[in-house]
Structure formats: structure tokens, C-alpha cells
């Protein structure tokens, strides 16, 4: 893909405001990642346009008047680093992210895009901030932006309702939560294909947590089973792990402790290639406490 015309444009600016390759890199990446940028190597991520842009004092679209291609290449990448912030939990650069983006036409004048902000503010305020009622309030604003009964769930759609679940789980509200939970995997049985394939692990896997905590173990068992399945025919890393140790667990609640520790062993092996540190330490106190 070629990236040269935004390096292209960074370069010019930066030569006009009279500052070099270091001194637009303070504060935001390396010199030498500046210089692969303005060769057109690489594209800048989302966060260090937006930081580039703030330091040249051009306005972040001055970047995209060239065409659309960048435009995408752009929202592409913010996408992914808000999956990359989901998954490691980093709540604080989450909402710097929604804060920088929250000035960029490019979202705030397109419903789909206000809606990835929003999604991503809910997270934060109930993660960081415990506001759970506005959370719940700003992620039904979200989903109310592009849903229509006429028209079949989208990928987010299908996420902020897994959300909403998952944020009534984590306060008990069980019931609460396998409905929204019920709601994406009818929705999932119309859709013939998935971008994002792991929205039906995460979906399979959060379900079978809070029919654990229901005290529904068979169930939950049988979602990690149908889990499991579904990643090894989508050859998916991600959930292997979890699933294993969720059966495990549901084991070991019933003192089938032979039967945890195989299904937790399996789940060590998994988080090793991952290198979760988080996960294997758990799971080294976990044998050494069920073993003895």
C-alpha cells in the first residue's frame, strides 16, 4: 500500500514550520519512525497523526483532502488500536484515544464512526470511573445510532449489545446479561460470515462465565465444547486458553478435581505460547494449591 503521500504531506509541513524530523518526534515516537513515515514506509498510527497534526497546527484533515484511501487506511487503524486497548484493558489510553478522536470531523460527523466513541467512552466510564448508569446510557445512545429492525445486526452492533451483557455481569445482574448475550447469538445464527471472527468466541466464552456463576454448569460447559469447536474450525488462538480453564474450573466447583486439572493444563499450554504471564502464574498457584 502506498503511504507516501501522507508522509509526503508531513514532510512539507514540517519544513514550513521550520522544525526537524527530532523535534516533530518529541513527545510522540522516534526520529527514525518520523523519517520511515515521510518515506511513505509506514503509516502513522491513529494517535501519533492526531499528535503530528496538533504539533504542525494543521487540522488532522488536512491529511485526508488528498482522497479517501487514507481516510480508511486512518479509521482502519483506530479501530485496531481500540481492539488492542479492549483486549489489554488499557482503559486510560482508551479514553485519550475517544478524547483525540472526539475532534476529528472524520468521527464526529458520521454516525458509524461517533459510534465507535461512544462504545469505547461507555467502557471507560464503567471500568475507571464506576459510572455504570451512564455507561449503560451511552452505549444504548451507540447501538441507537446505526440499528434498525429493518436490517440485519452489524459486527459493532453485535459487540456493543456483548458489552452491555458483559457490564451486567460484572455487576450480578445475571438474567440481565444472558439476554443481551441471547440477542447477539440469534443474530449471529442470520450472519453468513464474520469479519471479526472472535466476536463469537468472546461471546460463547462470556456466556459460559455467567452460567457459571448461575450455578448452571453443565451449560456452561456446553458453550465452552461449542467455543472450542468454533476456534479450532476458524483456527483461532485467542479463547483456547480461557474456554479450557473455564471447563476446568466448572470441574473443580463440583471436586471432579482430576478432571480440572487436565482441562487447566491444557489451558497453561495455551496461555505458554501466548506468554500471559497473568495467566500462568494463576494457574501455577491454582496446581500447586489443587495438587497438594
Not at 459510572?131 to 452505549?139: H, K, Q, V
Not at 452492533?157 to 445475571?174: D, F, K, P, V
Not at 471436586?255 to 487436565?262: C, F, I, P, T, V
Request: charged share 30%; glycine share 4%; aromatic share 12%.
Amino acid at each position: 500500500m502506498d503511504y507516501s503521500v501522507i508522509g509526503t504531506k508531513i514532510k512539507e509541513m514540517r519544513k514550513v514550520v521550520g522544525i526537524t524530523q527530532g523535534d516533530l518526534a518529541e513527545g510522540i515516537c522516534t526520529q527514525a519512525l518520523i523519517s520511515r513515515i515521510e518515506k511513505g514506509d509506514i503509516y502513522p498510527s491513529a494517535t501519533a497523526l492526531y499528535q503530528i497534526s496538533v504539533k504542525l497546527g494543521v487540522d488532522i484533515n488536512y491529511f485526508f483532502e488528498i482522497g479517501t484511501t487514507p481516510r480508511i487506511d486512518y479509521i482502519r487503524e483506530v479501530e485496531k488500536q481500540f481492539k488492542y486497548l479492549r483486549d489489554t484493558r488499557d482503559f486510560s489510553e482508551m479514553i485519550e484515544l475517544v478524547k483525540a478522536e472526539e475532534k476529528n470531523p472524520l468521527f464526529y460527523k458520521d454516525n458509524e464512526k461517533l459510534q465507535l466513541l461512544y462504545w469505547h467512552k461507555a467502557i471507560y466510564l464503567h471500568e475507571e470511573k464506576k459510572e455504570s448508569e451512564a455507561a449503560f446510557t451511552l452505549l444504548h445512545k451507540a447501538y441507537d445510532l446505526t440499528a434498525h429492525p429493518k436490517k440485519a445486526m452489524s459486527e459493532r452492533e453485535m459487540q456493543i449489545l456483548s458489552t452491555l451483557g458483559t457490564l451486567h455481569a460484572s455487576l450480578n445482574e445475571y438474567k440481565k446479561a444472558l439476554e443481551y448475550y441471547l440477542r447477539v447469538e440469534t443474530a449471529l445464527k442470520t450472519t453468513e460470515h464474520l469479519q471479526e471472527k472472535s466476536i463469537k468466541t468472546k461471546l460463547l466464552y462470556n456466556t459460559a462465565r455467567v452460567l457459571t456463576r448461575d450455578d448452571r454448569l453443565e451449560e456452561s460447559t456446553a458453550y465452552c465444547v461449542k467455543a472450542i469447536k468454533w476456534c479450532f474450525e476458524e483456527e483461532l488462538l485467542w479463547g483456547l486458553g480461557e474456554l479450557h480453564y473455564q471447563i476446568g474450573y466448572n470441574y473443580e466447583l463440583v471436586d471432579n478435581y482430576e478432571k480440572a486439572l487436565s482441562y487447566m493444563r491444557k489451558a497453561y499450554h495455551m496461555f505458554e505460547l501466548r506468554e500471559d504471564r497473568i495467566y500462568i502464574n494463576f494457574l501455577e498457584k491454582k496446581f500447586s494449591e489443587m495438587e497438594a
